[in-house]
């Protein structure tokens, strides 16, 4: 099973709303990603979890705050988002060790900001 | 910056013809990944690579890894409606988490 699961499947928030984007996995992965999407764009990253732990914050700015509650969870949290914010998410996951191992995604949330 | 050009952006081919494309990079990769995304999905996971000279095959879909490390070459066979999609390059850089995406070749299969 490589399913990664996320949850609204779409959003649409005002500016001055706060709102969280929900990620899972149980493939026993210990390393989970967020990627964001423009449209026509490939997939840029914005933040790694590796361990429950955060290890890469691509200088992404502080309205987009990530948690890694549990090793199954991650969640993505918004909160005074601008209308150029609006993209499709990704979250992914990978095993966790030496090296590099294969990223699984979900299907995304579209997010539009309004 | 790094980016990994593909080539072509994008093409219009007949049900049942051959496709390829091809992914280049000006820094070493040591590991190269193709991806598949219908719209408004998340990338698929089509084929990984490992070694330089490396050629993978998944079913209809076949992959190599460039000698020089700086390219990867995805072909399709006797192509179908369903392989319509953007198809995505991807290689780790700066480090083994960040993983860096291709500028994308975009499919469409006319019946």
């Known amino acids: 099973d490589t399913e990664v699961t996320q949850t609204p499947k779409h959003l649409v928030m005002g500016m001055t709303n706060k709102k969280s984007l929900k990620c899972e996995q149980h493939?026993?992965?210990?390393?989970m990603y967020w990627y964001k999407q423009k449209a026509k764009k490939p997939p840029e990253l914005m933040f790694v979890?590796?361990?429950?732990?955060?290890?890469i914050n691509e200088s992404v700015p502080s309205r987009f705050s990530p948690e890694c509650p549990n090793s199954s969870l991650l969640n993505l949290h918004l909160h005074a988002l601008q209308p150029e914010d609006s993209a499709l998410y990704l979250c992914?996951?990978?095993?966790?060790?030496?090296?590099?191992?294969?990223?699984?995604f979900g299907p995304g949330t579209r997010l539009t900001v309004t | 910056g790094q980016q990994l050009n593909q080539s072509p952006q994008s093409m219009f081919i007949q049900e049942g013809e051959d496709v390829s494309m091809n992914c280049t990079s000006s820094?070493?990769?040591?590991?190269w990944l193709w991806y598949k995304q219908d719209p408004g999905e998340g990338p698929v996971l089509l084929i990984a690579?490992?070694?330089?000279?490396e050629l993978t095959s998944n079913g209809r879909l076949t992959a190599q890894f460039g000698i020089t490390r700086k390219d990867s070459f995805l072909n399709i066979s006797a192509s179908i409606p369903s392989d319509v999609g953007i198809y995505f390059c991807?290689?780790?850089?700066?480090?083994?988490?960040?993983?860096?995406f291709g500028t994308g070749t975009r499919l469409t299969v006319i019946p």
């Open positions: 992914a996951s990978s095993q966790q060790g030496q090296g590099f191992y294969e990223q699984y």
């Open positions: 493939m026993g992965h210990r390393a």
């Open positions: 979890y590796s361990y429950e732990k955060l290890s």
């Open positions: 820094s070493i990769f040591n590991t």
């Open positions: 690579l490992y070694k330089a000279g």
């Open positions: 991807a290689g780790p850089l700066y480090g083994a988490n960040n993983l860096f």
